[in-house]
């Protein structure tokens, strides 16, 4: 599977912006697999931000993000995206998407259940 996460950029604190994720590639239809955002920071461990489980399934979030951030996700298009309002300077990061059509409920929030990657976009949130 192959994820090309776009979007991103310099945003000023209190505003928005959208990211997207393609996947391609994919040897089962996109809706089996669970997709997730995640994001790092320089010199700490990547955090998971939120997740849409496969067919259907239950949506999740960081406590972090619950509120601003939205996940959603396009089985027509192979897509998944996800808005992100109110944000605050502790918001910058890394911000990756991920793919996986075996994740199990307990552990959608683990970087280690995801066993494809986009290659990261920068999101800075000014003060």
């Known amino acids: 599977v192959q994820l090309q996460a776009s979007g991103g950029g310099l945003v000023q604190a209190g505003g928005s912006t959208r990211l997207s994720c393609a996947a391609s590639g994919h040897s089962y239809s996109f809706r089996r697999y669970t997709v997730a955002w995640f994001r790092q920071v320089s010199g700490k461990e990547r955090e998971f931000i939120a997740a849409?489980?496969?067919?259907?399934?239950?949506?999740h979030y960081s406590d972090s993000v619950k509120g601003r951030f939205t996940i959603s996700r396009d089985n027509a298009k192979n897509t998944m995206n996800l808005q992100m309002n109110s944000l605050k300077p502790e918001d910058t990061a890394v911000y990756y998407c991920a793919a996986d059509a075996n994740v199990i409920l307990s552990s959608v929030s683990l970087s280690q259940a995801y066993g494809w990657w986009g290659q990261g976009t920068l999101v800075t949130v000014s003060s």
């Open positions: 849409i489980r496969g067919n259907g399934g239950s949506t």
